[in-house]
């Protein structure tokens, strides 16, 4: 295609390989040329990578090899139709239930929906879904449910449509039912009118997940006075309380705006 001058693919989608090798094919050398990284300086010798990760391991890629070569053109054409139907199916279900909409014209087997009008909310739908086994990737602006269809979903379409049927009647019986979890995580993000405020306490989450925890009774790094002060130096402020009612005061004028 003319202008088209790369392509990326993560093969561990729609090429069913295992994640950790992904491709990107130039039109030419004349792009291509353009990415690779020497050092000619470097203590250790002379250093050259065509890609930004450096070393990789070859388990991944010979893993996705196999894979393309096991399932072949006919494999892969046979496994699009499946997959193409299965989301057909899905579609032409949620366009039989009146409190289901589809977000956009989904022309592949990816699928965003929610409710009209947010009602019932979406995330206590997903809550629900959740209780019975599904795996819910939930997304925001606006809030909705996605859905990747994957050959093997496609046993399963029926017992998904037939639960989020069921899952609308529940939040529809219990509108005073708030999500919770991962559901009420999105939601409160979601309505925080500062961007950055939202980045600021995500990077706290991940702070508090990466820092080291010693086990009881078992030596850490911060058992000497001197690695205990640095930890204790390395400890965010809490938030002033101020703060909490200035976001609840933009939230509801955001939501007076709309």
């Keep these: ?58 388990g991944a890629i010979a893993a996705a090899w196999t894979a393309l070569h096991a399932l072949g053109e006919e494999g892969y054409m046979r496994l699009a139709g499946e997959v193409m139907a299965a989301a057909a199916k899905m579609k032409e279900a949620f366009a039989t239930i009146p409190e289901l909409q589809i977000l956009g014209k989904p022309s592949m087997n990816i ?43 496609i046993p399963v379409v029926e017992t998904y449509i037939n639960n989020l049927q069921e899952a609308i009647q529940y939040a529809k019986a219990n509108p005073a039912m708030t999500a919770k979890g991962n559901a009420a995580l999105y939601g409160l993000m979601a309505r925080i009118p500062f961007r950055g405020m939202v980045a600021k306490n995500v990077r706290r989450i991940f702070e508090d997940l990466y820092t080291f925890q010693p086990t009881a009774g078992g030596d850490s790094p911060a058992d000497s006075e001197e690695d205990g002060e640095k930890e204790a130096g390395n400890t965010l402020p809490e938030s002033p309380r101020w703060m909490g009612w200035v976001n609840r005061v933009l939230t509801s004028l955001e939501r007076w705006r709309k």
């Design 111 to 153: 699928l965003a929906f929610s409710t009209v009008n947010n009602q019932p909310d979406i995330f206590v739908i997903a809550d629900y879904l959740e209780e019975q086994g599904w795996m819910v990737d939930r997304q925001q602006f606006p809030n909705c449910i996605h859905v990747t269809v994957m050959p093997y979903n």
């Design 1 to 58: 295609i003319s202008g088209v001058t790369s392509i990326s693919a993560d093969l561990h989608k729609f090429g069913y390989a295992a994640q950790g090798a992904s491709t990107l094919l130039y039109r030419s050398m004349d792009y291509l040329k353009h990415q690779f990284y020497v050092a000619t300086d470097f203590p250790g010798g002379i250093y050259v990578t065509p890609t930004l990760l450096g070393s990789r391991p070859g």
